[in-house]
């Protein structure tokens, strides 16, 4: 649990993290928006429920207001007249319905702000006030206090994980005919640890294996970690950020402690921007490795011809979903584009997309937050129908996060879609080598 | 220099000073740590050029006369503040220049009554509104007002250097903050999306590319 000093009431928690934990850049930020609304339909939420209270700069707001009573001079004198507002439990309340209900921290209207302030950086400011005041939805603090006793979010043991490659293992040896081909795990001295996310071990091991499949023909040294292998950063969505600095160091000392010169992210959205971009930040220090998402690694083999990939074997038609903290957060934009085209028959873009791209509803711990999943699925048309109107059989996504919201999506509005990963496709489409069985 | 002038000089000052304390305040944005993927002074520099084209903006394209009406009075507020610094020189602006200056002025005026007739009646913005907002453009508009009015009749050049000090005046205080804050805003934004590589953004926009 985040740390709650005992004697405080939850309103004296959020007060003190509001007066005392504003950095330049929230602070900057909080002074900037001028309310002109240009925002409301850039947001995903907005164009599915038409609230007002669901308009980025509504949800700003909600924070700035807070901000205007305890650091503004105005805000102290006059409050009324500067929409300043007390911080007390129903405040905080209304601040929690917006920042963990009405927002997934996709950034979308921060490249289209009028001027240029990303609310989703606000938001995560309040999610930190809420947190202290314990109002982070039960599932998000759930998920990262399991990723901080056990090592993985979903408490996955040791023995779970070498059970489950043992078989992946002998059932890629079985597809490829090639008794050399391998799923290492804790390996030292390799040049990739391939960190995943849980749900793939759990519920998605073809994921698993797909990744293996590819790594083996492209004749990667790698190696899977049976322990702190996990990807995803519960702390992050939470904004708590002891836990998420704790979450992503474990795996950045599993990485170090193996040896290895690249940490490859399997394919998850919030899994790559922690650790591509906000854990060198958290641990106050550079990564001794490169950190790179497995997008990037395919497209690598492939345009080192370390992969030959025949479109004819996926036929169907495939569109793309871009995750935003992939792609708007990330900066990994084109890759998947390449490795679709060379591998599918028929792909086809979602409009609009790449950094323009509607979130799918699923981000900012949304799946987690079952408190809000009316919500969810409600703000999710708009992905919805943008897959529909591209005609696809398939929705490919980088993300396993995006992936179960997306699937949620097929089923709530019957879609009738089949959603895979990139690995999914990229192995479907491989040429093994002569002498491979496949 | 006539005692208009000496306030407008003295709430000059007091402003920018303001400003500066603001700044100070806030501290700067530590340099991330993560290796870059792209360039931050390419993503900075996008920000503040490209990135306010209508075409790279779907929020501006979406409400181009409310865009059009917030970039003209800018321009207004722009160069009402260039008029007042200039004034205190206590030379005529020549007249061509002169003749500019209300146009810029007027149009800018027309777009802030604008914006502010749709903030009283546009629901959806009402509802994000504070009276700061109302009273911020209101006393914006009446400093365009007193500039206008200053161009055609010199006469009311103290009117108009009176207004512009409370103006200037009240600007570190509130709303109109965000003079200073969009500059860093703005260039934040850009740099975090130059170094993550997604700005400048390099694919033709609109399309449908399979």
Known sequence: MAEQPPGTSAVERALDVLRARLDARTTALLNSCVRCGLCAETCHVYLADGDAESIPAHKVERVARLFRRYHTLLGRLV???VGAQTL????????????????TLCGRCALNCSVGLDPSTIIRFARSVLGAAGMAPKG?????????????NMGISREDVLETVAWLEQDMRDTLGDTASAMPVDRRGVRVLYAVNPREVKFFPLSLSAAAMIFHVAGEDWTLSSSDFDITNYGYFAADAGAARAIAGRLVARAEELGVEEL????????YRTLRWEAPEWLGRPLPFKVRSFVEVMAD???GGRLRLDPAKNPERVTLHDPCNLVRNGGVIEEQRTLLRAAAGD?????PNREDNYCCGGGGGMLAASE??????EAGRIKADQIRSTGAKVVASPCHNCIDQLMELNRSYKLGVEVRTLAEIVADALVLPKGSGG | ?????????AAMVTSVAGFVVLRVRTGSTPVPLAPPRGSAAAGALYAFTVAFAPWAKESASRHLPSYAAGIAYHLAVFTALITLVHSLFGTPLPRALNAATAVLVAVGLVAGAALLVKRCTDLRLRAISVPEDFFANGLVDLTLVAGLATTVCPTALPIFQIVGAVLLLYAPFGKLRHLLFLLTSRRDLGATLGRRGVWPVSHPRGTDRG
């Open chain 1, 301 to 303: 083999y492939l345009a």
């Open chain 1, 347 to 351: 792909f086809v873009e979602m409009t």
């Open chain 2, 1 to 9: 220099m006539n005692p208009a002038a000496l306030v407008l000089l």
């Open chain 1, 79 to 81: 409050p009324g007249f």
């Open chain 1, 88 to 103: 007390d439990q129903e405040a905080l309340e209304a601040l929690a319905a917006a920042a963990f209900g009405r927002c």
């Open chain 1, 372 to 377: 809000h999943t009316s919500r969810r699925i």
């Open chain 1, 140 to 152: 998000i603090r759930a998920n990262a206090d399991l990723a901080l006793a056990t090592g993985n």
């Open chain 1, 264 to 271: 490859v992210v399997a394919e998850c959205g919030h899994g």
